[in-house]
């Protein structure tokens, strides 16, 4: 490769590399960093123990499908924002697939979720490629499953770390009747708009500069910078309220059995 082709190709994965930021880097601001403040308040004011089980489940069975929509919702509206370029003519990635599947086909991507430096490494040399006539399917299989291993071994050179350890999540109820009283017992709270005492929610438990719903966020590799986020919207408000009904339903149920 000459030197101008190597620079071409440097500046277009850099280039990529920059879309690629600025998405993570609106993925942040559009939602994902307000979540991230949610909860750290969660944790400092109302009760949050990211060391019990039980609190993570909670998290989940009340906050993630609005976290999933939230992501939905980033998604279809990044869909359509133009992007500028000689190659998309300031068309949107909805577009750009439409016309492709208009006057291409419907794309199948059959290594989706595969690094490219892995697809182009062993991409052909086994699996789909091999089939047809001489190739049974035990046979396809076998190479298939010898590919994994091929592959594994390559690339175990390449981790340099232990896995990444995943909290634990289990509902620390035993049966589903248990866990179903106990959403009723949450809905019944929310209904009747009990607010627990000692949750940092009732006057008194908190203090001016809580009660003005802002959170700090330290990040950077050591900590050092910070940034303030506001939740001063009233569904952040509701959030932590339902949070906290939800805490003290839990603790209806603290027994042995459940932790």
């Avoid at 949107?92 to 086909?105: C, E, K, N, W, Y």
């Avoid at 047809?132 to 050179?157: K, R």
């Avoid at 866990?179 to 001016?208: H, K, R, W």
Wanted: proline letters at 3%; aromatic letters at 10%; one cysteine or more.
């Amino acid at each position: 490769m000459s030197d101008w082709e190597l620079c071409l190709h440097n500046y277009y994965r850099s280039t990529q590399n920059s879309r690629i930021e600025r998405l993570w880097v609106e993925v942040g601001t559009q939602f994902v960093r307000r979540w991230r403040a949610f909860f750290s308040r969660l944790e400092r004011l109302h009760g949050l123990d990211i060391e019990k089980t039980g609190h993570l489940w909670l998290l989940q069975g009340l906050f993630l499908d609005a976290i999933n929509d939230d992501c939905k919702t980033f998604r279809e509206e990044w869909n359509l924002h133009p992007i500028a370029g000689p190659s998309t003519n300031n068309k949107s990635p909805q577009d750009l697939q439409l016309i492709s599947q208009v006057t291409l086909g419907i794309y199948r991507d059959d290594c989706e979720g595969v690094h490219p430096d892995t697809i182009e490494r062993y991409h052909g040399t086994h699996g789909r490629e091999q089939t047809g006539a001489g190739h049974p399917d035990d046979e396809d299989t076998n190479s298939g499953d010898q590919l994994v291993s091929q592959i594994e071994e390559d690339q175990e050179q390449n981790v340099r770390h232990t896995a990444v350890e995943v909290p634990g999540k289990k509902s620390p109820f035993v049966t589903q009747d248990d866990e179903n009283l106990f959403f009723s017992t949450v809905e019944q709270i929310v209904v009747e708009g009990i607010i627990p005492e000692g949750y940092g929610l009732l006057p008194g438990e908190q203090d001016d500069e809580d009660a003005a719903m802002i959170e700090v966020l330290q990040f950077g590799r050591r900590g050092t910078k910070s940034i303030v986020v506001s939740l001063s919207d009233s569904v952040w408000e509701a959030r932590a309220t339902l949070w906290c009904q939800g805490l003290s339903a839990l603790s209806l149920f603290k027994t042995e059995r459940y932790f």
